[in-house]
């Protein structure tokens, strides 16, 4: 049985509609790292219709700060619901944002913050999902802070990459299976 899967995908790809498909439980913890932003209807627009979608009998729990994602993975059983991370990206944002490394503040304390999701992640019982953009396939952002994301995005998908058993990639609303559960690492 597939204990962890990475869902990875572009923008607008398809991948949390995917993620979500990929739990048939009945009752799941959804996990929603994103920060929501005063004056900003478009981004309340757009949390709004992921919460519309999913199953009412979901629990979800907002965790936008990096720790709070961190303890919530470490303290599961193996009984526990299934768990849906929805998203890396967010919560790297959060990390940046906490660490001031936008402003060249201390990238130490972000990398310290992926070192310790990398960690819960492996070390997680419950079944989890997890979803993540793909940034790594267009072009070089042309300033320093798309840059920084992108850098950082891109290592620490290929270190959870590293910690699932599942890896998928989703482009144009289609999964592309990356590793099979079982499959070699």
């Given at each position: 049985?597939?204990?962890?899967?990475?869902?990875?995908?572009?923008?607008r790809s398809g991948k949390s509609?995917?993620?979500?498909?990929?739990?048939?439980?009945?009752?799941?913890?959804?996990?929603?790292?994103?920060?929501?932003?005063?004056?900003?209807?478009?981004?309340?627009?757009?949390?709004?219709?992921?919460?519309?979608?999913?199953?009412?009998?979901?629990?979800?729990?907002?965790?936008?700060?990096?720790?709070?994602?961190?303890?919530?993975?470490?303290?599961?059983?193996?009984?526990?619901?299934?768990?849906?991370?929805?998203?890396?990206?967010?919560?790297?944002?959060?990390?940046?944002?906490?660490?001031?490394?936008?402003?060249?503040?201390?990238?130490?304390?972000?990398?310290?913050?992926?070192?310790?999701?990398?960690?819960?992640?492996?070390?997680?019982?419950?079944?989890?999902?997890?979803?993540?953009?793909?940034?790594?396939?267009?072009?070089?952002?042309?300033?320093?802070?798309?840059?920084?994301?992108?850098?950082?995005?891109?290592?620490?998908?290929?270190?959870?990459?590293?910690?699932?058993?599942?890896?998928?990639?989703?482009?144009?609303g289609i999964p592309l299976r990356?590793?099979?559960?079982?499959?070699?690492?």
């Amino acid at each position: 049985m597939t204990h962890r899967t990475l869902v990875l995908g572009g923008a607008r790809s398809g991948k949390s509609a995917h993620a979500e498909g990929v739990l048939r439980d009945d009752v799941v913890t959804y996990v929603a790292t994103a920060r929501r932003y005063p004056d900003d209807a478009d981004w309340d627009l757009r949390i709004e219709r992921h919460v519309a979608r999913r199953p009412a009998t979901w629990h979800t729990v907002e965790a936008p700060a990096p720790d709070d994602l961190v303890a919530l993975l470490t303290a599961t059983a193996a009984t526990d619901p299934p768990i849906l991370v929805d998203d890396v990206a967010t919560w790297l944002v959060g990390a940046l944002d906490d660490a001031g490394a936008w402003e060249g503040g201390d990238a130490g304390a972000v990398e310290r913050q992926c070192a310790a999701l990398v960690g819960a992640v492996s070390r997680t019982r419950a079944r989890l999902v997890l979803v993540s953009a793909e940034v790594g396939l267009g072009v070089v952002p042309g300033t320093r802070s798309g840059r920084l994301f992108r850098d950082h995005l891109g290592s620490l998908n290929a270190r959870l990459a590293e910690v699932c058993d599942e890896v998928l990639l989703v482009v144009a609303g289609i999964p592309l299976r990356l590793r099979e559960a079982g499959g070699s690492r």
